[in-house]
């Protein structure tokens, strides 16, 4: 029998805001343990909570950008549960009231080769809410330590439908969900530094079937390639008990990235064990139309959107604006670039290819350098591409300076000058050079004469050699065609 798999994500968000959910208490990451808290954030009687409203606005606009509908009342519920990542005993969550419904994330699955645009579809989205984080445990061999630091964090929950079936789409949906919150302003959604987490719910039926298979929930999903591998391994693994004859249990089990399998942690808690009541603490928040409004008028172009507008208004290839558009910050230096030297296609080549090249080879094992640091700016580029353009320089000498252009941050053309890289186009010398290498090179003239076309790029490499790389290519093929047309 042939199965296919079934999977929903719970995706958590740390919105980044300077204080957390329900109380002054500053946010932020590496600080000593235990010191971003205050009474509320401890649990300590008395201390009642005030809700953060730049939360609540950044909630309001990830449904807008997902298309959700904006819930005009949204109230607050206690999640009932004792586990000393939260000291007070339960999580102020939402429970049939969230702030956002419904919405959907827009995926593309790769198409025949990274040159060649995918299939796009929306993955269809349950529900977003807001609430507040949870500390974080450090088990040890005898004993646990708890951080109460992200306690208390603002924390977006987006729920998709079972809306996904294989580990490729898992892996497309959590970057562009990524992709769209960075773009917004929303999160940096570092997994690393916990301000993304998600957790897989994963179920396999026999093909043709409408019933959703039993469901096993997969936690420890620290990187979204480990989402991916940790779902295909689940995946595998249920088809497997199914076609032994057994049976799949409703669990949650942990992922180990490093030997990649999963084991059992606990049966799957229902609804009901958490005793979900209304906060008697908080008054509902009710949103009006001017408000939602308002945040609209904020939400920047997302990243799939600017991908069509790029081929559309630049006539960029695929290629490029993949690349590209993932990154904001690498699309505004792009478009900067270009109103220097209008040459969007040039403009994207070098970025695209040279400029992301050298930014990876600065970083270290966190990832590449981000554009902020390095000392490149649009003008670097501008002038670079111009050059080539108007025949100073050769592309072939542009490749060579560009990683100096990078680390010293020179204007291109100060870095031609200071080496005596400036294109000829003296068409007397060039003549001169062209006629001794046409005697030089008789077999590659014959060559030529007789029909073989790609025979005059040998002339070409003698005479670039003999100008040491400085010779004006185009000019080059043109005196060479004519002295052998004579």
């Known amino acids: 029998m042939e199965y296919e798999a079934v999977i929903g994500l719970e995706v958590h968000v740390q919105a980044d805001t300077k204080s957390k959910m329900f109380t002054r208490a500053a946010t932020g990451y590496a600080e000593p343990p235990n010191t971003l808290t205050d009474p509320f954030v401890l649990g300590l009687p008395g201390a009642l909570p005030v809700m953060n409203l730049e939360a609540i606005e950044k909630s309001i606009k990830v449904g807008l950008l997902l298309g959700c509908e904006i819930a005009r009342t949204c109230k607050w519920d206690r999640k009932n549960y004792f586990y000393p990542d939260m000291p007070k005993n339960y999580q102020i969550s939402q429970y049939d009231q969230p702030i956002c419904i419904g919405g959907g994330v827009e995926i593309e699955m790769e198409g025949e080769s990274r040159a060649v645009m995918g299939s796009h579809r929306k993955v269809e989205l349950t529900r977003i809410h807001l609430e507040e984080d949870v500390g974080k445990l450090t088990h040890y061999e005898q004993d646990s330590l708890v951080d109460y630091n992200r306690a208390g964090s603002p924390l977006l929950e987006i729920v998709s439908e079972p809306d996904l079936f294989s580990p490729d789409e898992v892996f497309a949906y959590l970057n562009s969900l990524r992709n769209s919150l960075v773009y ?59 076609r032994e004859g057994g049976t799949i249990s409703q669990e949650t089990r942990r992922w180990n990235p490093d ?27 009710k949103i009006d139309e001017e408000w939602i409004q308002r945040v609209q008028a904020e939400i920047p172009e997302m990243p799939f959107d600017k991908q069509r507008r790029f081929m559309e208004q630049y006539d960029l290839p ?6 590209l558009c993932p990154d904001k910050e690498l699309c505004d230096f792009f478009e900067a670039t270009t109103k220097i030297c209008e040459q969007p296609k040039k403009s994207a080549n070098w970025i695209a290819n040279d400029l992301l090249r050298e930014l990876a080879a600065a970083g ?34 542009a490749k060579e300076i560009f990683p100096e252009i990078f680390a010293s941050g020179k204007m291109p053309s100060a870095i031609v000058e200071e080496k005596g890289l400036k294109q000829t186009s003296d068409t007397g ?33 003698q005479v670039m050699k003999a100008t040491r790389g400085q010779a004006n290519p185009k000019l080059v093929d043109e005196i060479l065609r004519k002295l052998l047309a004579n």
């Open 184 to 242: 917004a302003g929303i999160s940096d959604c570092d997994m690393e530094k916990g301000q993304m987490r998600c957790d897989a719910n994963v179920s396999v039926r026999p093909v043709g079937e409408s019933e959703l298979g039993t469901k096993v929930e997969l936690k420890n999903l620290n990187t979204i390639s480990g989402v991916r591998n940790g779902v295909e391994y689940e995946i595998k693994r249920q088809i497997s008990v199914l």
């Open 259 to 285: 030997q990649r399998y999963t084991t059992s942690m606990r049966s799957k808690e229902m609804a009901h064990d958490y005793r979900y009541f209304p906060d008697p603490d908080l008054m509902p928040v």
């Open 318 to 323: 695929y290629s490029s604006t993949s690349a």
């Open 364 to 397: 270290d094992e966190n990832g590449p350098m981000p554009l902020a640091k390095s000392k490149m700016t649009p003008a670097h580029v501008a002038e670079l591409v111009s050059l080539v353009e108007d025949g100073s320089i050769s592309s072939n000498i």
């Open 429 to 461: 010398e060039l003549e001169g050079i062209c006629t001794q290498v046409i005697a030089e090179q008789p077999k590659a003239v014959e060559e030529f004469k007789g029909g073989k076309e790609n025979a005059i790029n040998a002339l070409k490499g």
